[in-house]
């Protein structure tokens, strides 16, 4: 079983920047990144990063978040700038254990799961 932690997240200010970084137990994962779920809504896509370096974002989100992904460290960070309220979720790191050349995109593909982080962003 891989285990998924996050950390990082809290209480932000709009036009402002937080990081959520995330660590996964166990070396052989395929695709490792960020799904949000705002309250009473379903899990959404944000960002991944493939075994293969490939990364797709969340059309809306792109140019504003920015994924790293350490394979050697099997960690993955989520740079949140420009953040706006709406960006006021629960963000949840997910990894596969797939061998997908791009990362999937639907969530639930998604094996390992955290726990979630809060970010609150204040207007």
């Known amino acids: 079983q891989v285990q998924v932690i996050e950390s990082g997240g809290g209480l932000g200010q709009a036009g402002g920047s937080l990081r959520l970084s995330c660590a996964a137990s166990?070396?052989?994962?395929?695709?490792i990144g960020w799904v949000r779920q705002a309250p009473v809504k379903g899990r959404k896509f944000v960002a991944a990063?493939?075994?293969?370096?490939?990364?797709y974002y969340t059309d809306s989100l792109k140019g504003r978040f920015t994924l790293s992904r350490d394979k050697v460290k099997n960690t993955v960070s989520l740079q949140m700038n420009s953040l706006k309220p709406e960006d006021t979720v629960v963000y949840y790191c997910?990894?596969?254990?797939?061998?997908?050349?791009?990362?999937?995109?639907?969530?639930?593909?998604?094996?390992?799961w955290g726990q979630g982080t809060q970010v609150t962003v204040s207007s």
């Open positions: 997910a990894a596969d254990s797939s061998t997908r050349w791009y990362p999937s995109r639907r969530v639930p593909d998604y094996e390992y």
């Open positions: 166990r070396r052989t994962i395929g695709t």
């Open positions: 990063g493939s075994w293969s370096d490939a990364t």
